[in-house]
């Protein structure tokens, strides 16, 4: 699934006028998984980065307005479970974050696993929610990752 590009990377141009205004821009962006993962392979120990700021990094590299969300998430997820199922050229998909430094139940191991990584590098995992618990990033911007 990492390596299936279905026709992209592309741009295609939204007529949705909701959409315009929440985006900012008409013309969106799709990036192949496999972007992602090479993106998620230049995160360096003790930092992280948000979907969103992948997100915004292809929208700005490719000339687009912004970058599709949904299909972000999916292959961000794509990418972790293709490092995790390989023995070599592991991806540290434990780094990137949802948004506002959210950590990602999706992840192989889910958010246990992803918060042990996360603390055997330095990072403070705290929890929000009484009911609806979930688990972030302290002071993530801290600890961003430029990838200008």
Same mark, same amino acid.
Do not use: C
């Given at each position: 699934?990492?390596?299936?590009?279905?026709?992209?990377? /592309? &741009?295609q141009?939204?007529t949705?006028?909701?959409?315009?205004?929440?985006? %900012?821009?008409? +013309?969106? =962006? @799709? #990036?192949?998984?496999?972007?992602?993962? /090479? &993106?998620?392979?230049?995160?360096?120990?003790?930092?992280?980065?948000?979907? %969103?700021?992948? +997100?915004? =990094? @292809? #929208?700005?590299?490719?000339?687009?307005?912004?970058?599709?969300?949904?299909?972000?998430?999916?292959?961000?997820?794509?990418?972790?479970?293709?490092?995790?199922?390989?023995?070599?050229?592991?991806?540290?998909?434990?780094?990137?974050?949802?948004?506002?430094?959210?950590?990602?139940?999706?992840?192989p191991?889910?958010?246990?696993?992803?918060?042990?990584?996360?603390?055997?590098?330095?990072?403070?995992?705290?929890?929000?929610?009484?009911?609806?618990?979930?688990?972030?990033?302290?002071?993530y911007?801290?600890?961003?990752?430029?990838?200008?």
């Amino acid at each position: 699934m990492l390596h299936e590009s279905k026709d992209m990377p /592309k &741009i295609q141009v939204i007529t949705d006028q909701k959409s315009i205004d929440k985006y %900012g821009g008409d +013309r969106m =962006y @799709f #990036a192949p998984p496999i972007e992602y993962d /090479k &993106i998620m392979k230049r995160i360096p120990y003790g930092k992280v980065i948000t979907v %969103g700021k992948i +997100r915004e =990094y @292809f #929208a700005k590299l490719s000339g687009a307005d912004f970058t599709e969300p949904i299909t972000a998430g999916i292959f961000v997820t794509i990418a972790a479970w293709a490092s995790h199922q390989r023995t070599k050229d592991e991806t540290p998909y434990w780094r990137t974050l949802k948004a506002k430094g959210e950590l990602n139940p999706k992840y192989p191991g889910g958010v246990k696993a992803q918060k042990s990584k996360l603390e055997a590098e330095g990072h403070t995992i705290i929890q929000r929610g009484r009911t609806n618990i979930r688990y972030y990033v302290s002071d993530y911007e801290d600890f961003l990752f430029d990838l200008i």
